[in-house]
């Protein structure tokens, strides 16, 4: 326990186990062999931080329009001390996620993987790193059709030593998405729920055979774990497709984001209690408590989004340092086998070891302790029980509203007869 041992004692007995797992998963048990899958995803301790947006705008939708001079930035951070070599190289993918099939002289101009040669170690910082940059498209890898792609890294030019993976977006518009925000029809959701009703125009495309060769998608805050998929329109008009069933498109409105700021370790800021500075840094969060009021109260959020920042420092991308942040949540344990989590864009809101709470019992409290760089984050805590029908609950502690502000992304796929893959053609995001 030298790595931290005067921080480690002045940590309650829950806390401080959860900072041995923190502390044996930063320095990188060996990886265990995963399939790859087709999703956001880190396959490596050591890589943290990973950012991915559209760079019109920071933390945007990974997603840019065909043969347009938009581009993607892709950002992370390896622990590990010296420079590594990693590779990447895109796949086309169906609607569904899955690999659409094709050879990359299909969907491809240039070459078919490429060497990330942007990076740049750590100034003046305890954690040390080396932060890699990567833009796309590029003079070696262009995609030249629509469609959904999957971004892959790789270590030393081998594919199976995959670091991470994050999907993107072609975008091909020729048809618009004109959505609308409605209560729902069942009286006991209207305070807790938002119907989305989308309509689709298209006269520039002709879809011959709406009930099979299109699919709307639409996720909420462009979280994975909200999203839903329409296979079919409920109403057709002439160059308009109309998805506004009554038993679709439904959404809980959860509740705003819980939020942090420790852009700065050398003062509290808002949400921290305390900083300990010894071979490490660790921040301490006020605690947080379950939302258990039946009226919304607005606080402003960024839906679940985080942004590296570093008021001490120059460039946050190299002199943003690292800490362990200590949550502390203040709640009975609810019945059943289930865990509780802490959930962000920062975690690709998966569950893991690592941002899981332990229960101390005699104070009604759940800790842990979650290893991030300096900045600004939002997060939510959510119950996960295996013998639950869905699994994860993401209201137990939070609470939904309709009046919640949350954010919305519609994406219109189309399949043309005889067409080997699945076409982008619309996407609008909007808030409610």
């Known amino acids: 326990m030298n790595k931290f041992p005067k921080i480690y004692d002045k940590q309650p007995g829950a806390t401080r186990f959860a900072m041995v797992l923190a502390v044996l998963f930063y320095l990188g048990f060996p990886a265990r062999a995963q399939e790859i899958v087709f999703m956001d995803r880190v396959y490596h301790s050591a890589i943290r931080s990973v950012e991915f947006y559209n760079t019109a705008k920071e ?218 500075k010894d071979s490490v840094n660790t921040v301490q969060l006020l605690p947080d408590q379950p939302y258990s009021s039946s009226n919304y109260s607005y606080s402003f959020d960024e839906n679940g989004d985080f942004f590296i920042r570093n008021q001490d420092g120059q460039d946050p991308a190299t002199d943003a340092d690292y800490a362990y942040i200590t949550f502390t949540f203040k709640a009975a344990r609810p019945p059943g086998a289930g865990e509780v989590y802490v959930v962000g864009k920062f975690n690709d809101y998966r569950l893991s070891d690592e941002n899981k709470l332990i229960y101390d019992p005699g104070q009604s409290r759940f800790y842990g302790s979650i290893y991030l760089k300096q900045g600004l984050y939002d997060y939510q805590y959510v119950w996960a029980d295996a013998n639950t029908p869905h699994g994860v609950n993401h209201t137990l502690f939070e609470g939904s509203f309709f009046e919640t502000k949350n954010k919305y992304q519609a994406f219109f796929y189309y399949r043309r007869p005889g067409s080997r893959w699945d076409q982008l053609m619309g996407f609008h995001e909007f808030n409610n």
């Open 59 to 276: 933390q945007s939708l990974p997603l840019i329009t065909l043969n347009s001079s938009e581009e993607l930035l892709l950002r992370f951070d390896d622990l590990r001390q010296g420079g590594r070599s990693y590779t990447y190289t895109i796949e086309h993918c169906d609607m569904n996620w899955k690999s659409s099939g094709l050879s990359p002289i299909d969907y491809l101009e240039g070459f078919a993987e490429d060497r990330i040669n942007d990076y740049t170690i750590s100034m003046n910082t305890m954690q040390g790193y080396t932060h890699y940059s990567l833009s796309l498209p590029n003079q070696i890898i262009r995609p030249k059709i629509d469609g959904n792609y999957v971004l892959k890294v790789y270590e030393d030019g081998y594919p199976e030593r995959i670091i991470l993976t994050r999907r993107f977006y072609v975008l091909n518009p020729l048809v618009i998405i004109r959505p609308e925000i409605v209560a729902p029809t069942q009286i006991s959701k209207r305070k807790s729920s938002q119907k989305i009703n989308i309509t689709i125009e298209h006269p520039q495309l002709t879809v011959q055979n709406p009930y099979t060769d299109v699919k709307l998608v639409v996720r909420q805050n462009g979280r994975p774990d909200a999203e839903q998929t329409v296979d079919r329109p409920n109403q057709i008009r002439p160059g308009q497709l109309v998805f506004n069933d009554l038993r679709t498109l439904e959404f809980n409105g959860f509740n705003e984001f819980r939020k942090f700021d420790f852009r700065t370790l050398r003062l509290q800021s808002e949400r921290v209690e305390q900083i300990y």
